[in-house]
Nanobody
Framework: VNLGQSGGGLVQAGGSLSLSCAAS????????MGWFRQVPGKEREFVAA????????NYTDSVKGRFAISRDNIQRTLYLQMYSLKPEDTAVYYC?????????????????WGQGTQVTVSS
């Protein structure tokens, strides 16, 4: 499964951005998916995850109430809507897909990764 990311960019604090992640294969609809982010010199950090049907969504505490993960299995696309952005949200964001049963916050559970996209929030 190849994952192609789009979206992101530069926004002022308090603004909104959205990310998309398009999967190349129909098998995508069977996989839990997640979003992670990374800043230079730090470990990749879990942001949000969703199960194959979209009925289970998990978020890291720092983005709860501000970010929304969703998926469209017909379009084979994963989304991350980001609202009320803060400078500390600045990072490279990665989408991921894994061949396991439930959404995971552990990056090592994921097999397939997008190329990453920069999100920069200015103060």
């Amino acid at each position: 499964v190849n994952l192609g990311q789009s979206g992101g960019g530069l926004v002022q604090a308090g603004g909104s951005l959205s990310l998309s992640c398009a999967a190349s294969e129909p098998a995508f609809i069977n996989y839990p998916m997640g979003w992670f982010r990374q800043v230079p010199g730090k470990e990749r950090e879990f942001v949000a995850a969703i199960n194959w049907s979209g009925t289970i969504r998990n978020y890291t505490d720092s983005v709860k109430g501000r970010f929304a993960i969703s998926r469209d299995n017909i379009q084979r696309t994963l989304y991350l809507q980001m609202y009320s952005l803060k400078p500390e949200d600045t990072a490279v964001y990665y989408c991921a897909a894994g061949e396991f049963a439930v959404p995971s916050a552990n990056q090592y559970d994921y097999t397939y990764w997008g190329q990453g996209t920069q999100v920069t929030v200015s103060s």
